[in-house]
């Protein structure tokens, strides 16, 4: 519903995420995630597409936008 709103694919969307449903949701509709995972965080969330522990560590050039 998100990348259709933003007339965009879903392959086409980076999403960021902290629990394991919001990551497997973002999987099962075609969309890249990046799991967040500060120190007070405990979920298991291994299988986002990326993990960071704090938004400092985000890199736009890591991405081709």
Do not use: R, Y
């Amino acid at each position: 519903l998100a990348a259709k709103k933003l007339q965009t694919l879903p392959s086409e969307c980076l999403v960021v995420e902290d629990s394991p449903n919001g990551v497997k949701a973002a999987h099962l509709a075609g969309m890249s995630c990046i799991g967040f995972a500060p120190e007070k965080n405990h979920h298991d969330i291994s299988h986002a597409t990326w993990i960071m522990k704090s938004f400092g560590e985000f890199d736009f050039k890591l991405f081709n936008f």
